[in-house]
């Protein structure tokens, strides 16, 4: 599994896209399905959070059958602390499921301005 | 030769792209004056007023020759060896976005070919954005659409450019191109 991350509309997904080049490529765009590339995660967490079910053993599940996959996450921790407890809870439970894939994956990405640097290869 | 510098609010990204600027006017040996600084911030406040000031001040003495300018900054002539400073991306955007003589829905393609424009003119240019992307909170329709065109516009301008830079606490992180040596 690989992790892109990185700041909103900075071409995450072109560049997960380009990662795999392959010839058909399936997005699954807020949602845990089968597929190559895993986008928006931070809606998936957001939407299993709405729902009170545990985001962290649900995504942890999904990677350990998906091993191939590429999960692209939004960066969301870099504002204040927001006033709205769900809030709160939605950006820590973001911050600490992306450390978890950090940890799983063998290469995590970050994009800037649509360029990728490798800040982990193993 | 475009170099990009983006970075958080604060974190130095001025005084790396005022050092590249007047570093590659120098080498350049032109008898003219060719170091130029384009200005896009308006100022509609006190705390406009002291930025604006303070960014003043640390470029005095550096000999930039400065254009206020707010939208449509493709219409600035800029001898062919000349070095300039566009600062910054963020403020441009928002003036083409809303401002009454911007381009409204066409602000990402306006700046787009101002940039290119503005390359073809002057030898170096040196644009300043800003990392605005990573804060987490869902906004309105409105400011939605500002972060999304400021990201695409940092994409583009990124792909074009020689060097992109993130500054770090002052610290310039090669995205993309050669370090600068003397930074």
Redesign the interface.
């Known amino acids: 599994m690989e992790l892109v991350i990185?700041?909103?509309?900075?071409?995450k997904l072109n560049y997960a896209i380009d990662l795999l080049n392959e010839p058909c490529i399936n997005v699954s765009d807020g949602e845990l399905k089968d597929a190559h590339i895993i986008y928006n995660l931070?809606n998936i967490v957001r939407n299993l959070m709405t729902e009170e079910r545990d985001a962290i053993s649900e995504i942890d599940n999904f990677v350990n059958l998906h091993p191939n996959c590429v999960i692209i996450c939004?960066?969301?921790?870099?504002?204040?602390v927001?006033i709205d407890q769900f809030?709160r809870n939605?950006?820590d439970m973001?911050g600490k499921i992306c450390c978890n894939l950090a940890k799983k994956a063998t290469r995590v990405h970050r994009v800037?301005?649509?360029?990728g640097?490798v800040i982990k290869d193993a | 030769m475009i170099t990009?510098v983006?970075g958080?609010s604060s974190s130095g990204k001025s005084l790396i792209a005022e050092t590249i600027a007047v570093t590659e006017a120098a080498k350049l040996n032109c008898k003219c004056d060719n170091l130029f600084y384009i200005a896009t911030m308006h100022v509609y406040d006190k705390d406009g007023e002291n930025r604006v000031q303070k960014h003043r001040n640390m470029r005095a003495d550096k000999g930039f020759q400065t254009i206020e300018k707010y939208t449509n900054i493709g219409e600035i002539e800029l001898p062919p060896n000349s070095s300039c400073l566009i600062e910054c991306m963020s403020n441009l955007l928002a003036n083409e976005m809303y401002d009454k003589d911007g381009a409204k829905d066409n602000s990402v393609n306006k700046i787009l070919s101002d940039i290119a424009l503005l390359a073809k003119k002057a030898y170096n240019l040196v644009i300043v954005?800003n990392?605005?992307?990573?804060?987490?909170?869902i906004y309105d329709e409105f400011c939605t659409e500002y972060?999304?065109n400021?990201?695409?516009i940092?994409?583009?301008?990124?792909?074009i450019s020689d060097t992109?830079i993130?500054s770090v606490v002052g610290i310039p992180v090669y995205?993309?191109g050669n370090n600068y040596a003397y930074i």
């Not at chain 1, 990185?6 to 071409?11: L, Y």
């Not at chain 1, 800037?112 to 360029?115: A, K, R, T, V, W």
């Not at chain 2, 990392?131 to 909170?137: K, L, Q």
């Open positions: 990185g700041g909103k509309s900075q071409g931070q939004d960066e969301v921790g870099y504002g204040l927001p809030e939605y950006r973001v800037i301005c649509g360029i640097t | 990009l983006t958080a954005t990392e605005v992307f990573s804060d987490g909170n972060i999304s400021l990201g695409l940092n994409q583009k301008i990124a792909g992109v993130e995205l993309k």
